[in-house]
């Protein structure tokens, strides 16, 4: 598979997950703020700030807003066009990568995504979101299902498929540990908290329910929610697919796939830091995570996971080291010393015959 | 428009004024031509409301599929559908195999003109075709006389666009021998009307344009590099920005090869190779959708960001082959153009099957006089421009517009062609209260392998503007799906 090609497939898919996981951040806050009550400025700068943080645009944000209102953030988040992760924005990165890809996807993939792209650039999007933004956010999410459930059921499993599959699950892996980071003020800086308020309760299950985690965690844990159980529940569970761990072990088996190289060895830098990362949260407890702190911990995690994808860009994706200078020259040098040769043979051929015949070049 | 109105037939024939023009559809007299009458019949039983409803839902399909190409210089990077239009151009079997056999005649003579120009020149010596004409033409690669191409083929896939005059007389209006596109559209375009009107098909044999993959695919078979059984094969494109983007994909997809671009290609000891993600793989033959000037830094413009350093210098070497050739482009000449019927007495002593348009050259000084004369009633066109810019209409232009084509032809003789105006026959087009006539053209697509096919019909364009003579897509064309029937009517 053609490197350039791997790459857009890498990144329409995960373009594809940011959109869907932006979405639901977004509709479970607003949805969120319904349930408090005597909302003044202040708090409401406190309820969006972390999310913005937690995307990672907080520097981006600034540039463009001067406060974290629920107008400013959701629009930052949604439509922004200057915002490189907004949902619009990741839906055309989807849509332009898709569309230099479109000899390896089905017409029904490319059709679905190009009609969310046309979707979210229409008036109609706008309309749509005024009026009900758990309409607007269920399209998107919905959307992005249908996409996953036709790659699914239509794509081949050949080496393309899999690095759809590395770009959804790296995605997926990093919006997960981003969204348990949301809250992290709220908790001690090591160690466990003991008890907590009301409030944080419906803010921890905001965010099981941005992970669309909720009904999965009920089935273990029941209706009582705290930070230690969301946190364990999202970073370490072998059977929630959206749980970090999880996500990295589909992650590695797909990288696995593509080069043929069995666990607990490795053929590149990408293979050896997924491995470890495997590792590290296989056998590591949620009391472990929550004395080196929570966010410490997480911090980590995404930090992991960018050198990752840096490996895999280098692995797969970038082997040209040459500009089109440089390019050139390799080509003039070759070419010059085939000349070289050329001559050299020919002289050999004549050497015995020197002054006989003249051949003009 | 009231319901009664919109719901009644269609008889799209009421109030129909084929003017003074040649109509494909309806005689002077005012009768239906034999070859539309089945089709007329069927139509009548859809409602005009009917007929709206299926071209809004082609028009959404096609931008839902993304069948459409980029608009230059729209920062929003816009894409547009290329407008269609539902009612098609038919063709009797006949007349389709007239032009069948007058496309065949002149892409042969086509290339043996560049077979001979870039070997012994004999057409030249003979004095046929004067040297000079050849020696100052854009696109004539010096650099290329003596190369071998592989079969001796230089036009892989020939655009030839026909045109009808006032009696309904065919004529060649240009050939299109470089990177011609358009073909997706005759593929999407029969596409929508299967969809649209499903029933016909059966009623009225129409013969199938879907082979057409299979022939470019076979026909670059056929040009591997020798010794290699199994060739890969790619598309070559400038990348998702060019305007015809979506058709590179399209063929790449339909032909299953895969579509590259120039970075994806590196050259190392005069052998081509993709980058993949398993290293270094082989290519044997590219479906070049790039220019010659931007297909090899090394050698053409060194400012090409688009191309592959060594490209050319591989092709030389025989271990690559290119489809088209490298320097086709001198046939696409408009001076050239004036010569071919020459060249098919001269290589095959034949008369053309199809005329040209009559056609006066600048550069001779008789013909240059009666143009400086007579600018008002031609069309004047750039030697080496297409997708009508470089284009002076005579009739439709203002003082200015003429004036600054008279300085230019002053100053650069050679790169300036004349023709009287064609009016050009007519179609009925569905405009927005019904039905009116439209000017069109008909690119056929030669493909050249190792024997000669042309899909049946081709692209129909249609100069949607009323009253507009330029069908070109990048100025307010369209198109139409083009029937060749199995019989004549």
């Known amino acids: 598979m053609l490197s350039r090609v791997a790459n857009c497939l890498f990144w329409m898919s995960r373009y594809v997950e940011r959109s869907e996981n932006i979405a639901r951040i977004v509709d479970v806050n607003l949805q969120l703020l319904l349930d408090f009550r005597d909302l003044d400025e202040h708090r409401l700068a406190e309820h969006w700030l972390p999310i913005i943080q937690a995307t990672g645009d907080e520097e981006a944000f600034f540039k463009l807003h001067s406060k974290a209102t629920g107008q400013t953030v959701t629009e930052f988040l949604v439509f922004q066009a200057e915002n490189p992760n907004s949902i619009v924005s990741s839906i055309s990165d989807a849509r332009e990568n898709a569309r230099m890809v479109r000899d390896q996807i089905t017409s029904e993939f490319w059709e679905e995504l190009n009609r969310l792209y046309l979707f979210v650039r229409s008036r109609q999007a706008r309309d749509l979101w005024n009026s009900s933004p758990f309409d607007f956010f269920q399209e998107i999410k919905a959307t992005s299902l249908r996409l996953q459930g036709m790659a699914d059921a239509t794509l081949m499993r050949n080496e393309g498929w899999l690095f759809m599959q590395l770009g959804k699950y790296i995605e997926r892996a990093d919006k997960t540990s981003r969204i348990l980071d949301v809250r992290y003020q709220t908790l001690p800086e090591h160690g466990v908290p003991k008890t907590i308020g009301q409030e944080e309760v419906l803010e921890w299950s905001a965010i099981l329910n941005s992970c669309s985690a909720w009904d999965a965690y009920k089935s273990i844990h029941g209706a009582e929610v705290h930070p230690k159980l969301v946190a364990e529940f999202l970073l370490l569970s072998e059977d929630f697919p959206r749980s970090f761990e999880m996500c990295i072990e589909q992650f590695n088996q797909s990288l696995r796939k593509i080069s043929a190289v069995p666990d607990g060895r490795f053929s590149n830098e990408a293979e050896r830091l997924t491995g470890r990362l495997l590792a590290e949260v296989q056998f590591c407890t949620i009391d472990e995570v929550f004395e080196r702190g929570l966010h410490q911990y997480l911090d980590d995690l995404q930090l992991k996971l960018n050198a990752i994808g840096a490996a895999i860009f280098t692995a797969y994706f970038f082997q040209s080291i040459k500009t089109m200078d440089e390019e050139i020259f390799v080509q003039q040098e070759e070419q010059q010393q085939q000349r070289a040769i050329q001559n050299e043979e020919f002289k050999m051929k004549n050497s015995g015959a020197i002054g006989t015949r003249v051949l003009n070049f | ?489």
Not at chain 2, 170 to 193: F, H, I, K, Q, T
Not at chain 2, 373 to 380: D, G
């Open chain 2, 1 to 489: 428009m009231t319901t009664e109105q919109t719901n009644k037939p269609n008889n799209l024939l009421e109030g129909y004024v084929p003017d003074n023009f040649f109509d494909e559809m309806v005689s002077g007299t005012g009768e239906v031509r034999p070859h539309y009458k089945r089709f007329q019949e069927l139509f009548a039983g859809i409602t005009l409301k009917e007929f709206t409803q299926r071209c809004q839902s082609v028009d959404l399909a096609f931008l839902r599929q993304g069948v459409t190409f980029n608009v230059y210089g729209d920062s929003q990077g816009t894409e547009k559908i290329f407008p269609f239009d539902l009612l098609p151009r038919i063709i009797p079997a006949s007349e389709w195999a007239m032009l069948e056999r007058g496309l065949v005649q002149r892409i042969t003579a086509l290339n043996l003109f560049l077979h001979d120009i870039y070997h012994e020149q004999k057409i030249v010596k003979d004095g046929v075709i004067p040297a000079s004409y050849i020696l100052s033409g854009k696109h004539f690669r010096r650099e290329f006389t003596n190369f071998q191409v592989p079969k001796d083929i230089y036009i892989h896939v020939c655009g030839t666009d026909l045109i009808r005059g006032g009696n309904g007389e065919w004529m060649v209006l240009e050939d299109n021998g470089r990177c011609p596109s358009g073909v997706s559209y005759v593929l999407e375009n029969r596409r929508a009307l299967k969809r649209s009107f499903p029933g016909m098909f059966e009623h009225i044999g129409i013969r199938p344009v879907e082979q057409y993959a299979e022939e470019l695919l076979k026909s670059l078979q056929y040009i591997a590099p020798a010794g290699v059984a199994d060739p890969t094969i790619v598309l070559l494109t400038p990348g998702a920005h060019n305007s015809a983007y979506f058709e590179h994909t399209y063929l790449a997809r339909q032909m299953g090869i895969e579509i590259v671009e120039g970075r994806d290609l590196v050259v190392r000891d005069t052998r081509v190779f993709m980058r993949t993600t398993k290293g270094l793989q082989p290519v044997h033959v590219i479906y070049r959708r790039i220019d010659d000037d931007f297909l090899d830094p090394t050698v053409f413009r060194p400012d090409s960001a688009l191309g592959v350093p060594g490209l050319i210098h591989a092709y030389r070497a025989g271990n690559v082959s290119l489809a088209n050739s490298v320097g086709t482009g001198i046939a696409d000449d408009k001076v050239m153009y004036y010569f071919v019927p020459r060249m098919i007495k001269y290589y095959l002593d034949q008369d053309p099957i199809i005329p040209n348009v009559p056609t006066y050259l600048a550069s001779e000084e008789a013909d240059k006089k009666y143009m400086l004369e007579h600018l008002p009633e031609l069309v004047v066109k750039a030697a080496n421009e297409s997708g009508g810019y470089g284009m002076l209409m005579g009739p439709k232009a203002s003082k200015e517009e003429i004036e600054k084509f008279r300085v230019a032809i002053e100053a650069d003789p050679r790169n300036y062609v004349g023709q009287p105006m064609i009016s050009l026959s007519r179609h009925p087009t569905h405009v927005d209260n019904g039905f009116e006539g439209r000017h069109i053209d008909l690119r056929p697509y030669i493909v050249y392998g190792e024997k000669i096919s042309i899909v049946p019909g081709g692209l129909t364009r249609v100069a949607l503007r009323k009253g507009s003579l330029v069908v070109n897509s990048s100025q307010g064309g369209g198109s139409k799906d083009t029937w060749v029937l199995y019989g004549d009517e």
